[in-house]
C-alpha cells in the first residue's frame, strides 16, 4: 500500500496542472481541486390543476418511465379533531375506512381485489390531515380508482373491523414503553405541547372503550366530502383519460358543507424544567432537550433550517463531530429544528449513552447548544450548511411523485405555490448575521426542558447535580376500566339478602346504633427502609369524621379529616393534606365495613352480588359496593357461613397509576356488642403494605366536635 | 383429467403477461452496463436521465461472517472507520499524525496489556498507562480534521450518506446531483484505496453505544441475539453483527488494518451506479479512479458449514417487555434451486391481508397485531433460515402464536395451494418488481446485490421466471422438507414476573 501512497501524490500534482490548463478529469484528483459542470437546468414538469364541480381538487402529472399509476389523497382533517374522551377515534376511523369495506364489499373483498394484482390502496387519518394512498399496474387503475372512491364515499366501518382495530391499539398501549427511542419521544412531545394537545395526547385503554361504531361514521361524515378533500395521480397515463376517469368516480359525490374547528396554539415554556423518567432495564440513557418549535412560514425558517444543518441536522454537523467523533460518547446525537405548516412542531436536540456518562452527556449537548446560541455560527459551518441545502436541491424534485405531492402539500397547508423557490432564495440569502440574529431570536436557553430516560443508579452523577429541581414522570399505563357488570333486580336482591345475614352475624341492632368508634393498637408499616410499628389510635365519628393518632419513630403526628378538609399536626406544625389524600380519607370513611354496613339501605349505596370465591377452602360470597356520591367502589367477601366480611378489595389511585388495594380481616372479637376484625392485613398489588393489631375498641364513647378544629 | 384442463386453461391466461412482462424488463436489462476493472473490481451502471441526479452503490462481500472468535463486531467497525479519510483527507498534517497515531497504538497495547491481566492487575500501573494512553489520543485528535469525508459529500449536496454492515456484506451508499459524479469518483476510491484507520479508539466507544442502543437496552434486539446463539452451532451466523463487548474492547488497529487488507480487494467488492450518467465517462472515471486500487487475492469464504440440526432447540428471554415470538427453521442459501420456492412461501404467508398468517393469526383468531414468515434470516449468502415473527395481542401468549403459526405449517404440508393464491403471488411478484425499477438507489442496491451473492446481476429478472416456475408441488415438497420441528428454533420473549 505504501508504493501506491507515492503514486497518488505523484498523480495528484500532474492533476493540478491539467486543471490549470482547462482540462479536467483526466487524471484522478484529490477532491479539492475538482471543478463540476453546471447542473443540467431542472425542467420540473408541471402538474395539471383541475376542480371538479362538486369542489374537489385534482392533480395529474404523467411519467411515461414505468407501467404504473400512483395516487395520494388528503382530506381536512385529522386526530386533532377528535374529543378528549374519545382519543384514537381519528385513527380509528382512518383505518376502519379500509379494512370495514364499503356498503358493497367488504374489506375482505376488497382484499382480494387488490391483491391478487399486486395493487395497494390504504387510508388514514394523521394529527393534521387525513388521506389515502394508491398504487396499482397501469392495467389496474380502473380497479384501483374504484375501490378509493367508494372507500371515501361508502365507507360502512362494520363491527368485526372496529374489534380488530381496537385490538391492535390496546395491544399497541400495552408495549408502548418497551421501545426507549418512540417512549422517549412522546414523553418530549408531552412535555413540549402539555399532555392534553392534539399533538401529544396519547391514546389510552378507556379512550378506546368509549369509542364505537356511530363514533366512527359521524367522523368521517364530518369531514369526507369533495369539496374538502384533494387527489394527486402520477403514472402511466395521459391526463385527459384520466381526467375522464376521476370525474366518473368521483363527479357524483355531492358538494356539503365542512365546519373545521379550532386548535388552541401552543405556547413555549416561560423557564428550564429538568424531568426524569426511571427504565432499569436499560444500560445506556435518552437524552432529549429542546423547546416548541417553529412553523414553515416563518420569517427566520430559512436561517433557523441552515443553522440547525450546522448545529446538529447532518453528519458533518458540529454535534456530531463533537459528541460523537471527538467524545466517543454517543452513537446518535442529532438535532432538528421541528417545523410544522400551520402549527409550531417540536426543537429537539437528542442523543443517547451509556449509563455511566448520562450527566456528562447532559452537559455536553446543553453546553454546545448554549455555545451555538452565543457565539453563533462559524465562517465554515456557513458555507457548508448552506451548500449543502442548495446543492442538494435537486432531490426536492427528482420523482413526478414528490413533485405532485410537494405541490398539493403546499396547496392543503395555504401555502404559495412557488414557496419551495422562495424558501431556496432565503437560504440563498441567509448570511452570518441573519442567522445569528435567528438563533438569538428563536433558540431560546432559557426554555430548554430537559428530559433524561434510564437507570439512575448507574449514572455517573445522580440527576440532582444538575442542579435544578427534577420531576420523575410516571409512564406507568394507566390500567383498562373495569368492567364490571352493570346490577339487575336479580343480583340486587341477592346481595340484599347478603347484606342482612352479614349485618345480622356483626351486631345487629348494636351495629346500627354505632355514633362513634375509638380504635386502639399497633400499626406496622412497611416502607423502603423496611418495617416499622407505632401505637395507633383511631377516633371515628360517623358519618365521616376521623382522627388518627400515631406514635411514630420519628414523633407524634396526628391525622384530623372533618368531613371535607383534613390536615397533620406533628413537631414541625400543622398542613393541609393534599386534595388525593382527602379523597382517599373519603372513600375510607364511605368504604368502612361497618359504615357500609350500618348504612346499606340509604340511597347512597347500590349493592349487588358479584360471584362466588373461596379463602383458604372456605367459600365465600362476593358483593359489589358501589358508593354513588363518589363514584367509589368495594367489593367485600363475605363468609358464607359466618356472615363474616374478611376480605375487601379497592382500585386506589398510587403514584405509579392504580393499585388494588386488599385489606385481609381476621381474629374478629365482640366489642359493645359488635363483631370487630381484631387484624388487618393490608396488601397493595399483592405486596404487604400494613399491618393493624388492635388491643380494644369502645363504641359511642361520645367524642367532641372540639377535636375537629385546627 | 378436470384438473389438467383447468390447469391448461390458466397457462393460456397467464402466457400474454409472462411475455409482455419480460419484454418490458429485457429493456432494463439491455441499458445496464457492466464493466470490469483489470483490478477485478465489477461496475454496473444503469443509465436514466429523469432527474439529473445519481445513486450509488459499493457492495463490498464482506459481513459478520467472516470474522473469527475475538474479532466479533470488526466488519462493522471498518464500516465506520470507512469514514474517516485518507492520508490527505481528514487531517491537518499526515506527516505528524503519522507519527502521533503510532505512539497512540503503542499506548493502548501497553494498557490494554495490563488491563487484561484481571486479577493481577497493577492498579497503580494501569492508570498511569491509562493516562499516558488518553494524553496521546488527546494529541492524535489534535491531527484530525473531523468530518471532512462527510462534509466533502453533504456540501456538495449529497444525501442519502450512509452504510451499513450485515451478516453477509458491508454496502456504502449515497446520492449526489449528476454534476458530481467525479467528487464521489475521487472519494469512494480514495477511502479504499489509501485509508487511515484514525480515531480508532474513539470509534469503538461510538460503536459499543451502538450495541448499547440496538441490543442491551433493546428487548427485541437482545432476542434475537440470543435467539441466533442458539438457532447455530457453528456456522457465524451465530455471532451478532455488531459483536460482543469483550471483543469491541479488545479489538486492534492491527486487526482492522489486516481486516482491510484481505477482504477489501477489488475483486471482493461490485459498484451499482444508477442515474443520470453517461456509462462511457461513467467507465472513463471508474478506469481511472479504481483502476489505482492494485489487485489482490480472492479472500477466503467462510469455512464451517453448520452441521444439520438433530434437535428443537429453544431459548426464553425474560425482559420488562411484552411478548415477541420467533421461530426459525434451517433451509438453503438464495442460491438454492428452491430459492424462489422459499419466496414463494414467504409471500402466501405474509403477503398482505390477504396472506395466510393474517387472516388466522391476526384477523380470524385475534392472537396476534403482527405476524409474518420470511426467508433469509439473518443472511442469504449461506443456508440460513425461514423465519416466523409474532407478535401477540395484549392478552394473547407466545403458546397460542406458535400453534396457530404451525396450523398454517401444517396446511402447507398436507394441503395443495390453490391455483388462485398461486397465481396472485405471480402477479404481486411482477408488480413488485417492476415497482423495484422506480428508485434509482434501490436497483443500485438490487444490482450489486445478485452480483455479488448470485454471480449474475440478471438474477434479479430472472429471479421472477423463477418464481413463475414454482409448482404447487414444490410448495408442498419444501414445506415438508424445511418445516420439521427437529429443524426448528423458538425463541420467546416473555415480560418478567
Not at chain 1, 368521483?250 to 427504565?279: D, M, Q
Request: net charge neutral; with cysteine.
Amino acid at each position: 500500500m505504501k508504493t501506491y501512497r507515492v503514486l497518488t501524490i505523484a498523480l495528484l500534482t500532474f492533476g493540478f496542472v491539467f486543471i490549470g490548463s482547462g482540462q479536467t478529469g483526466s487524471k484522478p484528483l484529490q477532491y479539492k481541486k475538482l471543478k463540476y459542470p453546471p447542473l443540467r437546468q431542472v425542467q420540473i414538469p408541471e402538474p395539471l390543476r383541475f376542480q371538479l364541480s362538486n369542489g374537489m381538487i385534482v392533480y395529474l402529472l404523467e411519467d411515461h418511465t414505468l407501467p404504473l399509476i400512483e395516487g395520494s389523497v388528503l382530506v381536512r382533517t385529522g386526530s386533532q379533531y377528535e374529543p378528549a374522551d374519545k382519543i384514537g377515534l381519528g385513527s380509528l376511523t382512518g383505518q376502519v375506512m379500509r379494512t370495514g369495506g364499503t356498503t358493497t364489499k367488504t374489506g375482505d373483498e376488497i382484499d382480494e381485489i387488490l391483491e391478487k394484482v399486486g395493487a395497494s390502496v390504504e387510508t388514514y387519518i394523521g394529527i393534521t390531515s387525513g388521506g389515502a394512498r394508491l398504487s396499482v399496474l397501469k392495467e389496474d387503475i380502473d380497479t384501483g380508482l374504484s375501490v378509493l372512491a367508494d372507500l371515501l364515499r361508502n365507507p360502512a366501518f362494520r363491527d368485526d373491523k372496529i374489534e380488530l382495530a381496537k385490538i391492535a391499539a390496546r395491544s399497541a398501549i400495552s408495549r408502548r414503553n418497551d421501545q426507549v427511542m418512540s417512549l422517549a419521544g412522546r414523553e418530549f412531545r408531552k412535555l413540549i405541547y402539555g399532555p392534553n394537545d392534539p399533538f401529544a395526547r396519547m391514546t389510552e385503554y378507556e379512550t378506546i372503550e368509549n369509542i364505537d361504531k356511530k363514533d366512527l361514521v359521524e367522523f368521517h361524515k364530518k369531514f369526507y366530502a369533495p369539496n374538502n378533500i384533494m387527489l394527486a395521480l402520477w403514472g402511466d397515463f395521459t391526463a385527459d383519460e384520466m381526467k375522464a376517469k376521476v370525474e366518473k368516480v368521483f363527479g357524483g359525490w355531492e358538494r356539503r358543507e365542512v365546519s373545521l374547528p379550532t386548535v388552541p396554539e401552543p405556547t413555549l415554556a416561560s423557564e428550564r424544567s429538568i424531568n426524569f423518567i426511571p427504565k432499569d432495564d436499560v444500560n445506556q440513557s435518552t437524552i432529549v432537550l429542546g423547546h416548541l418549535g417553529g412553523v414553515l412560514r416563518d420569517p427566520e425558517s430559512g436561517p433557523l433550517n441552515v443553522a440547525d444543518q450546522a448545529f446538529g441536522g447532518a453528519q458533518a454537523s458540529r454535534l456530531f463531530k463533537k459528541v460523537r467523533s471527538e467524545q466517543g460518547l454517543a452513537y446518535s446525537v442529532e438535532s432538528n429544528w421541528g417545523e410544522g405548516y400551520n402549527r409550531a412542531g417540536v426543537f429537539q436536540i437528542n442523543g443517547s449513552t451509556k449509563s455511566g456518562s448520562t450527566v456528562k452527556m447532559v452537559r455536553s449537548l446543553t453546553m454546545e447548544f448554549e455555545n451555538f446560541v452565543k457565539n453563533g455560527i462559524s465562517d465554515d459551518e456557513l458555507k457548508y450548511a448552506k451548500d449543502s441545502y442548495l446543492n442538494s436541491y435537486v432531490f426536492r424534485f427528482d420523482t413526478k411523485g414528490k413533485i405532485i405531492n410537494e405541490l398539493m402539500t403546499l396547496e392543503y397547508a395555504g401555502y404559495p405555490k412557488d414557496f419551495i423557490q422562495q424558501q431556496q432564495k432565503d437560504i440563498q440569502n441567509a448570511t452570518k448575521q441573519s442567522i445569528n440574529d435567528a438563533v438569538k431570536k428563536r433558540w431560546k436557553p432559557e426554555s430548554l426542558t430537559l428530559m433524561v430516560v434510564g437507570k439512575e443508579s448507574d449514572f455517573d452523577k445522580p440527576m440532582s447535580s444538575l442542579g435544578m429541581k427534577v420531576r420523575t414522570i410516571d409512564i406507568t399505563i394507566p390500567a383498562p376500566p373495569e368492567k364490571l357488570p352493570d346490577p339487575t333486580p336479580e343480583t340486587i336482591a341477592k346481595g340484599k339478602e347478603i347484606v342482612k345475614k352479614t349485618l345480622t352475624a356483626i351486631g345487629g341492632p348494636a351495629l346500627l346504633a354505632i355514633k362513634d368508634i375509638t380504635l386502639v393498637g399497633k400499626q406496622m408499616q412497611v416502607t423502603a427502609m423496611g418495617e416499622y410499628s407505632m401505637d395507633a389510635e383511631m377516633k371515628i365519628v360517623r358519618p365521616n369524621k376521623m382522627i388518627v393518632q400515631m406514635k411514630a419513630p420519628m414523633g407524634d403526628m396526628t391525622m384530623v379529616f372533618n368531613g371535607s378538609n383534613a390536615w397533620v399536626k406533628s413537631q414541625n406544625g400543622t398542613q393541609d393534606l393534599p386534595g388525593s389524600q382527602r379523597e382517599e380519607m373519603l372513600q375510607q370513611a364511605y368504604g368502612d365495613v361497618h359504615y357500609i354496613l350500618q348504612n346499606a339501605d340509604r340511597g347512597d349505596y347500590v349493592i349487588q352480588y358479584l360471584k362466588d370465591d373461596a379463602i383458604d377452602g372456605n367459600a365465600m360470597a362476593v358483593i359489589l359496593v358501589r358508593h354513588t356520591p363518589t363514584k367509589f367502589n368495594v367489593q367485600l367477601f363475605i363468609n358464607s357461613k359466618t356472615g363474616l366480611v374478611m376480605k375487601k378489595v379497592t382500585t386506589q389511585t398510587g403514584e405509579k397509576g392504580p393499585v388494588t388495594v386488599e385489606e385481609v380481616y381476621s381474629d374478629y372479637r365482640v366489642a359493645d356488642g359488635v363483631q370487630f376484625p381484631f387484624k388487618t392485613v393490608a396488601t397493595s398489588d399483592g405486596k404487604k403494605s400494613s399491618e393493624l393489631t388492635l388491643t380494644s375498641v369502645k363504641l359511642n364513647t361520645g367524642i367532641k366536635e372540639d377535636e375537629f378544629k385546627k | 383429467m378436470r384438473k389438467n384442463s383447468v390447469r391448461f386453461l390458466l397457462l393460456c391466461a397467464l402466457v400474454p403477461w409472462v411475455l409482455s412482462a419480460q419484454d418490458g424488463f429485457k429493456a432494463v436489462q439491455s441499458q445496464v452496463v457492466e464493466h470490469t476493472l483489470k483490478n477485478g473490481l465489477k461496475f454496473l451502471i444503469l443509465p436514466r436521465h429523469d432527474a439529473p441526479v445519481v445513486s450509488f452503490h459499493t457492495y463490498v462481500n464482506v459481513g459478520a461472517v467472516n470474522e473469527s472468535r475475538g474479532i466479533t463486531g470488526l466488519a462493522h467497525i471498518f464500516e465506520h472507520l470507512a469514514f474517516k479519510g485518507t492520508t490527505d483527507i481528514g487531517t491537518k498534517d499526515y506527516k505528524q499524525e503519522k507519527v502521533a497515531l503510532e505512539a497512540l497504538d503503542k499506548s493502548w497495547t501497553a494498557w490494554r496489556a495490563e488491563e487484561v491481566k484481571g486479577a493481577f492487575v497493577d492498579s497503580t500501573k494501569l492508570k498511569q498507562l491509562r493516562d499516558a494512553f488518553e494524553k496521546s489520543q488527546d494529541a492524535a485528535s489534535a491531527l484530525v480534521e473531523n468530518g471532512e469525508f462527510d462534509k466533502a459529500i453533504e456540501e456538495q449536496g449529497g444525501v442519502g450518506l450512509n452504510a451499513s454492515t450485515g451478516a453477509d456484506a458491508t454496502q456504502y451508499f449515497l446520492s449526489l446531483p449528476s454534476n458530481k459524479l467525479e467528487l464521489w469518483f475521487s472519494l469512494e476510491s480514495a477511502r479504499f484505496l489509501d485509508p487511515v484507520i484514525r480515531d480508532f479508539y474513539k470509534e469503538k466507544e461510538v460503536v459499543m453505544e451502538e450495541r448499547r442502543m440496538r441490543t442491551e437496552s433493546n428487548s427485541i434486539g437482545k432476542l434475537v441475539e440470543e435467539f441466533l446463539a442458539v438457532a447455530y452451532k457453528s456456522h457465524p451466523y451465530k455471532e451478532p453483527v455488531i459483536g460482543h463487548i469483550s471483543d469491541l474492547e479488545g479489538i486492534t488497529h492491527d486487526e482492522a488494518a489486516a481486516f482491510f487488507k484481505k477482504y477489501y480487494v477489488p475483486s471482493n467488492m461490485v459498484i451499482g451506479i444508477v442515474g443520470d450518467v453517461d456509462p462511457k465517462e461513467t467507465i472513463r472515471l471508474a478506469e481511472m479512479y479504481f483502476g489505482r486500487i492494485p489487485a489482490g487475492p480472492a479472500p477466503p469464504g467462510v469455512r464451517t458449514v453448520e452441521p444439520e440440526q438433530k434437535s428443537e432447540r429453544s431459548v426464553v428471554l425474560r425482559e420488562e417487555s411484552q411478548r415477541i415470538l420467533l421461530v426459525g427453521y434451517k433451509k438453503g442459501s438464495v442460491n438454492h434451486p428452491d430459492a424462489a420456492v422459499y419466496e414463494v412461501i414467504s409471500d402466501i404467508l405474509s403477503s398482505g391481508r390477504t396472506s395466510r398468517l393474517y387472516k388466522s393469526l391476526i384477523r380470524d383468531k385475534k392472537l396476534a397485531i403482527q405476524a409474518q414468515g420470511f426467508s433469509g434470516f439473518p443472511g442469504e449468502k449461506y443456508p440460513n433460515l425461514f423465519a416466523f415473527f409474532a407478535v401477540p395481542a395484549q392478552g394473547k401468549t407466545n403458546e397460542e402464536c406458535l400453534a396457530a403459526i404451525d396450523e398454517e405449517i401444517a396446511r402447507l404440508k398436507k394441503d395443495a395451494v390453490g391455483d388462485e393464491e398461486l397465481k396472485a403471488v405471480k402477479n404481486r411478484a411482477r408488480a413488485d418488481l417492476i415497482r423495484g425499477l422506480s428508485s434509482d438507489a434501490g436497483m443500485a442496491d438490487q444490482l450489486t446485490f445478485f452480483q455479488a451473492i448470485t454471480g449474475d446481476w440478471r438474477n434479479l429478472f430472472k429471479q421472477l421466471d423463477k418464481i413463475n416456475a414454482v409448482t404447487v408441488a414444490d410448495i408442498q415438497r419444501v414445506a415438508n422438507t424445511v418445516f420439521v420441528n427437529s429443524n426448528r428454533t423458538i425463541g420467546t420473549l416473555e415480560p418478567v414476573k
